[in-house]
C-alpha cells in the first residue's frame, strides 16, 4: 500500500507514546478492536523501536508506522524494525530521498505552501500538515485547497474529538492524527476499554 491507501483505512491515525512492550501491545489491540487499525508509534522514547516491533510482530492485524522520523538512519531503523510507514514533523531533502529510495510509505509534514510545493515537487501528494492547530488550522487547509488542489493532507497537532469532525469534512483532509485516543490517564492505568471505546467513537467519524 501507498501512503493514500493507508490513510484510506480509518479516520484517525493514534499518535502513540509509549515507554514499553508491556503496554505497546495491549494498547494497539485494544485500539484496532475499537476500528483503528493503523497507528503510528513516535520515537521520542528510548522503547519507541522495541514497541513498534513488537506491535508488527504480535499485532499484525495492525498496520503500524513511525512517526517523529527525523533522518536517513532513522528511517533504516524504522524499517528493519517492521513500520509499514514513516512519518516526519517536516522533511529535509535527504530525508526524502532516503524514503523515496526506501519504498516505505512515508508522511512528509509541512507547515507552509512553499515546503508543501517542494515536496510535491519530489512526488509527493500526501503531506502531513504539522501542527495543524498552531500553524492555522481549518483555516489554512481552505485557504490552500484550490492553488494545491492535486495535494491531500493529515493534519495533526492540536486536533481533539471536537474538531476532528471539521478537519475531516475538507475535500482536502484524508485524515487526521491524534493522541486523545490514548490518554495518558487510561495508558498508565492499563485502561484498555477505555482506549478501546474512544478509538470506536474515532473510527465512525464520517470523512468528505
Not at 531533502?93 to 510545493?117: C, D, I, K, N, Y
Request: hydrophobic share 50%; with cysteine; charged share 20%.
Amino acid at each position: 500500500m501507498d501512503m493514500a491507501a493507508i490513510a484510506a483505512l480509518a479516520p484517525v491515525i493514534p499518535v502513540l507514546t509509549v515507554e514499553s512492550r508491556e503496554i505497546a501491545v495491549p494498547l494497539a489491540r485494544a485500539l484496532v478492536k475499537g476500528g483503528l487499525s493503523v497507528l503510528e508509534v513516535t520515537l521520542r522514547t528510548g522503547a519507541a523501536l522495541e514497541c513498534l516491533k513488537a506491535i508488527a510482530e504480535e499485532v499484525p492485524e495492525a498496520v503500524v508506522g513511525a512517526g517523529t522520523v527525523l533522518n536517513p538512519d532513522q528511517l533504516d531503523r524504522v524499517q528493519r524494525a517492521g513500520a509499514r510507514f514513516a512519518v516526519s514533523p517536516g522533511c529535509t531533502r535527504e530525508l526524502g530521498l532516503a524514503a523515496r529510495s526506501s519504498g516505505l510509505p512515508f508522511l512528509p509534514g509541512v507547515q507552509t505552501v512553499s515546503e508543501a510545493m517542494t515536496l510535491a515537487e519530489q512526488g509527493f501528494r500526501f503531506l502531513k500538515f504539522f501542527p495543524a492547530d498552531a500553524a492555522g488550522g481549518l483555516t489554512w487547509l481552505k485557504a490552500v485547497s484550490a492553488p494545491l488542489a492535486d495535494l491531500r493532507f493529515c493534519p495533526t497537532g492540536g486536533i481533539t474529538p471536537e474538531t476532528a469532525p471539521a478537519y475531516l469534512a475538507l475535500p482536502n483532509v484524508a485524515c487526521v492524527g491524534g493522541s486523545w485516543v490514548a490518554p495518558r490517564g487510561a495508558v498508565a492505568t492499563g485502561d484498555w476499554q477505555s482506549a478501546e471505546r474512544l478509538a470506536a467513537t474515532a473510527s465512525a467519524l464520517k470523512r468528505r
